[in-house]
């Protein structure tokens, strides 16, 4: 995922610093997967992947059942900070893993080009231009990435009041249906599919003595109800 991702911003309370966070690949090590024995299990599965048919160029996507949210998916307890404090106030307690979510693709139907199906996402997204080239990246997270959870820390200043300030962790997950068709007449073919992948991550602070707007990210409201009960 070449491309720099534009980062959604939570909505933070109190003068605090919101740590931005990102999803991140690991690199190939660039070495060269040595041949099967002929024979082997792995030679024959080998065969079967050149047998998969590969779709055409060029076709159309069209997607549906799409959700674009953000996800709440780690969360630290409320800490009490002092509200007569006269130095920045550390943050420490731990973002705990509130789930785990792994970038995927799947499909039926002749096998889609990975990149290009990625890529036509963040076209529809608005992360990425039609006319861009899509050997620049996507910014989605590629099959078999995991969600990182923002760790959270910094500092925080007094407010003039004792508050209760809890950081979270969210994501902002995309989950969508698609087809894919291309040919003509009786060469049509057509291929469905199923994404699951995100665009940005991230932190933010919430105050349990500063109920949040409309405005707010579903994570934000989510981790306020799970740190603030009434």
């Not at 073919?189 to 990210?217: F, K, M, N």
Request: proline letters at 6%; aromatic letters at 6%.
């Amino acid at each position: 995922m070449k491309r720099t991702r534009a980062v959604t911003t939570a909505a933070v309370m109190m003068a605090a610093g919101l740590l931005i966070g990102g999803c991140t690949s690991t690199p190939h090590d660039g070495a060269a997967d040595e041949p099967a024995p002929a024979g082997s299990s792995k030679a024959a599965a080998d065969k079967t992947v050149v047998r998969e048919p590969r779709a055409c160029r060029g076709g159309t996507y069209t997607w549906f059942n799409l959700r674009d949210q953000s996800v709440l998916n780690g969360l630290a307890a409320p800490q009490r900070i002092p509200g007569k404090s006269h130095t920045m106030v550390k943050l420490t307690e731990p973002v705990r893993r509130l789930r785990t979510d792994q970038a995927s693709l799947d499909f039926q139907g002749p096998r889609p080009d990975q990149r290009e199906v990625l890529f036509a996402l963040s076209v529809r997204l608005g992360f990425a231009e039609k006319d861009e080239d899509p050997e620049t990246g996507s910014g989605l997270a590629e099959p078999g990435q995991y969600a990182e959870i923002d760790s959270g820390g910094g500092e925080v200043g007094a407010s003039g009041r004792t508050v209760r300030l809890a950081y979270f962790s969210f994501v902002r997950l995309v989950e969508t249906d698609f087809r894919y068709t291309c040919g003509s007449g009786g060469g049509r073919r057509a291929t469905t599919g199923h994404v699951v992948t995100w665009g940005s991550s991230g932190g933010g602070l919430i105050s349990c003595e500063e109920p949040l707007d409309r405005t707010a990210s579903a994570a934000a409201h989510e981790a306020f109800r799970l740190s603030c009960p009434a």
